[in-house]
């Protein structure tokens, strides 16, 4: 059984593309696409009298591909005709019944306005691998023994059908299949074997529709809002002898941050975002003496992900400079000269970080 992608000429060809290629890169993908595409759902000339296709429009192109295109078509092949023209139901997709006939539309119209233009090829991806499971487990939907497999409420499964067409994303999202149609699909050994298939897919599909934990911190830290429940705050006393000059409150992985370069600045002159995320000898003295002050490895490995990705790394050296900032400015009407430079974290040359103060920084437990 292969599947065969193919569009009608109103569909933009990058568009096709990037569905294509998507669906191909999976591992066991049985996917042929035909790009060029020579099928009209909009007539030509003025003279043709239009009307919003029926679902069987497009099914007959389906089946004119199937005869005339001269291609190795099989007759268990699957046909899939993604349309940029809207259908007399709405809807964003279709298969034929019977579904021995194996052939499917997807409406590639109107997707911006329920999910983010940048990621409407992933939805039409995600509804091929949907109309060809329910095409392969016989979801007959117009026969009433398969409305258990039909949701017309939505509940996250791919059978959701959908009417409020918002209620896609959820799907989409939750990449998800629930027992009971699962049980159904295991009836099916072809929509079994697909099973794989299908779950990469939506997978895949649903990592770029989900805010994952990771994002949302992301997301905080750009907004400055700490998603820490209790937020631990550590104390730094930049000290000149017995003095203290400034004192400096960070939370627990900008101190972590701010300590490290300072110690790597201490004994090694300084340090690039990269040498963070390696587990050198030098780095271990930093994550046991973090570790030993925090008493977990959490500040470790978060440590570790500033050092794999710049754009963060510049994002929270800039946040705690700002912040040294402005507690130095509280802390001194009129400042001594230089010191915020010297406390404040600052390139130096061949992308090396660090802070040079060189009188004594120290930690001071709450
Ligand atoms: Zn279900």
């Not at 569905?19 to 035909?34: D, E, H, K, M, T």
């Not at 705050?233 to 490290?260: D, K, N, P, Q, W």
């Not at 040294?324 to 000269?337: D, H």
């Not at 390139?347 to 920084?361: H, L």
Request: aromatic share 10%.
């Amino acid at each position: 059984m292969k599947i065969i992608l193919t569009r009608s000429a109103d569909v933009d060809s990058t568009l096709f593309a990037e569905v294509a290629n998507f669906l191909q890169a999976v591992p066991g993908s049985v996917i042929s696409a035909i790009p060029k595409s020579t099928i009209k759902m909009i007539p030509d000339g003025s003279d043709n009298e239009w009307r919003t296709p029926e679902f069987d429009d497009f099914f007959s192109k389906c089946d004119g591909l199937r005869e005339f295109s001269g291609l190795p078509i099989e007759k268990d092949d699957i046909v899939v005709l993604i349309t940029g023209v809207p259908n007399d139901q709405n809807w964003f997709s279709g298969f034929q019944l019977p579904t021995s006939k194996r052939n499917i539309f997807i409406c590639a119209e109107d997707w911006e306005y329920y999910v983010p233009e940048s990621k409407v090829h992933f939805a039409i991806a995600y509804q091929v691998v949907e109309n060809c499971i329910q095409v392969l487990m016989d979801l007959d939907y117009e026969n009433e023994e398969n409305s258990s497999y039909i949701h017309s409420k939505s509940k996250g499964c791919l059978n959701d059908f959908c009417g409020d067409k918002r209620d896609i994303s959820l799907k989409i999202r939750t990449a998800d299949i629930c027992e009971t149609c699962l049980d159904k699909i295991n009836q099916y050994p072809e929509a079994t074997a697909f099973l794989s298939y299908a779950h990469y897919v939506m997978t895949q599909v649903r990592e770029k529709f989900v805010t994952r934990p990771e994002n949302m911190g992301q997301w905080a830290n750009q907004n400055g809002i700490s998603l820490e429940i209790n937020p631990v705050m550590r104390r730094i006393h930049i000290c000149t002898g017995s003095t203290t000059l400034v004192r400096i409150e960070l939370s627990a992985l900008r101190f972590a941050l701010y300590y490290s370069i300072i110690k790597f600045s201490e004994e090694h002159g300084g340090i690039s975002p990269n040498q963070l995320a390696v587990k050198s000898i030098e780095n271990r003295e930093v994550f046991d003496f973090i570790r030993q002050v925090y008493h977990n490895n959490e500040n470790e490995s978060a440590i570790t992900n500033l050092g794999n990705d710049p754009d963060m790394f510049s994002q929270y050296r800039s946040k705690i400079n700002h912040h040294i900032k402005k507690e130095i400015t509280n802390q001194y009407p009129n400042r001594p000269e230089g010191l915020l430079e010297k406390i404040q974290i600052s390139p130096s040359q061949n992308g090396i970080y660090k802070v040079s103060f060189e009188g004594e920084i120290r930690v001071i437990d709450n």
